[in-house]
């Protein structure tokens, strides 16, 4: 059997008999920079510098300064909420009281305050008192 053959393409031909084979020429200004990386066997192998990844960074010194045992802004929101608290707390019980008494104020406890209200407006001690007596002489006798 015959196989079909190909037609030989232009490009695959060279213009003349004894002529090199075309190739892709490359040149040193078109090539960017290379730089030289380990692999992940530890040896170094060359790679265009815009894949290679970036260069590590040096760590920066850790900080020691020890830290509070709780963050200020939580004490802070800690004690606004425990004044908060108590002072609500202090309200609701003088309101409380206020109100018992306003409940407890029976009507013994309005006499004793019609007392304190008269004794108030009553005249003071040794307050001089003048009476005036007259006396009228008539006989009994008409006639």
């Known amino acids: 059997m015959n196989e079909p053959t190909l037609p030989a ?3 695959d031909v060279p213009a003349e008999p004894y002529a090199p084979a075309p190739a892709a ?6 090539r960017g920079p290379v730089v030289w990386v380990p692999d992940a066997y530890g040896r170094m192998v060359p ?10 960074a040096r760590p920066e010194p850790r900080d020691l300064t020890p830290l509070p045992l709780l963050d200020p802004l939580a004490q802070r929101f800690l004690g606004a909420g425990i ?4 002072l609500a707390a202090g309200v609701g019980y003088g309101i409380g ?3 018992n008494a306003l409940a407890g104020l029976g009507s013994g406890a309005l006499v004793w305050i019609a ?3 008269l004794a108030w407006r009553a005249p003071a001690r040794g307050s ?3 009476i005036r007596k007259a006396v009228i002489k008539r006989s009994h006798f008409h006639g």
């Open 128 to 130: 001089t008192v003048h």
């Open 9 to 11: 393409l232009a490009h």
């Open 115 to 117: 007392l304190a209200v």
């Open 83 to 86: 004044g908060g608290g108590g």
């Open 25 to 30: 020429v490359e040149l040193a200004a078109e």
């Open 47 to 56: 790679m265009p510098k815009h894949l290679a990844p970036p260069p590590m």
């Open 97 to 99: 009281e206020a109100v």
